[in-house]
């Protein structure tokens, strides 16, 4: 997958012959979604080739940072990341350091918050208002997104808009929250097939529709390429766009 299609017997063939074609468009200072859940359905083998290029000052919206020698963490050990946006930053010792130094800036998201942003970036909708998050530093603000190198505070998250609406418990307050729309998105299926469609399996579903939908491109590494046809509709989570035309 990637910007380049290529039209075959009067298909169009989405696939690449490798991790580094496919990944080849991204340029520095992209926006990446990035699906997995810990370590689990993460997109392993694009990261890694991501990692092996010059490309620098992404931003990544991710449930996690990964580990230290394993997802986003290949990214961080490289200094590829300007700014992430995640729910989960454990485990990570030099995700710790970067952030604490002031190399990197770090918006932390309830989780809940951060799959539907994910959701409503690929649904064509700009925000949303929850709850989570209300009498907290998320609605707020205040929370450090960016040290300086003396430890102070260089970036706070900003006061969030919050109004109040009826339910059916009475009014109750609500926090606006805006979509998320990356210019790539990274993700790991179990099954695809040449036409882009994707099955994700178990757990390994987690974030990785979320992160497909809200991708202007997205790049998916399948276990099992299979072709078009094979795939039952009923079983696809992320259907391949319908285009056609020359290759562009």
């Known amino acids: 997958m990637g910007l380049d299609l290529l039209i075959v017997e009067g298909l169009?063939?989405?696939?690449?012959?490798?991790?580094?074609?496919?990944?080849?468009?991204?340029?520095?200072?992209?926006?990446?979604?990035?699906?997995?859940?810990?370590?689990?359905?993460?997109?392993?083998?694009?990261?890694?080739?991501?990692?092996?290029?010059?490309?620098?000052?992404?931003?990544?919206?991710?449930?996690?940072?990964?580990?230290?020698?394993?997802?986003?963490?290949?990214?961080?050990?490289?200094?590829?990341?300007?700014?992430?946006?995640?729910?989960?930053?454990?485990?990570?010792?030099?995700?710790?350091?970067?952030?604490?130094?002031?190399?990197?800036?770090?918006?932390?998201?309830?989780?809940?918050?951060?799959?539907?942003?994910?959701?409503?970036?690929?649904?064509g909708v700009a925000a949303f208002f929850t709850q989570t998050g209300v009498g907290t530093q998320v609605a707020d603000g205040g929370l450090p997104w960016k040290y300086a190198a003396d430890g102070s505070v260089a970036i706070a998250s900003p006061t969030k808009e919050v109004r109040t609406f009826p339910t059916p418990e009475g009014d109750k307050e609500f926090v606006l929250e805006h979509a998320i729309a990356a210019d790539y998105a990274l993700v790991r299926a179990w099954k695809g097939d040449r036409h882009g469609n994707l099955v994700f399996r178990h757990s390994a579903r987690n974030f990785n529709p979320l992160a497909a939908m809200c991708g202007r491109v997205t790049i998916a590494e399948v276990e099992q390429l299979v072709e078009p046809g094979e795939l039952h509709p009923d079983e696809i989570h992320t259907p391949g766009c319908s285009c056609s035309g020359s290759s562009h």
């Open 12 to 123: 169009m063939d989405k696939t690449w012959t490798s991790a580094d074609e496919a990944i080849a468009d991204i340029t520095s200072g992209s926006s990446l979604a990035v699906g997995g859940f810990g370590l689990c359905g993460i997109p392993s083998v694009l990261i890694e080739a991501l990692s092996g290029t010059d490309v620098d000052d992404l931003e990544v919206f991710s449930n996690n940072a990964g580990v230290d020698d394993a997802g986003i963490g290949l990214l961080l050990a490289a200094g590829r990341l300007r700014r992430i946006v995640a729910s989960y930053v454990g485990e990570n010792k030099e995700f710790a350091r970067q952030y604490l130094a002031g190399e990197l800036e770090v918006e932390l998201t309830p989780q809940g918050t951060l799959a539907e942003r994910m959701r409503a970036g690929g649904s």
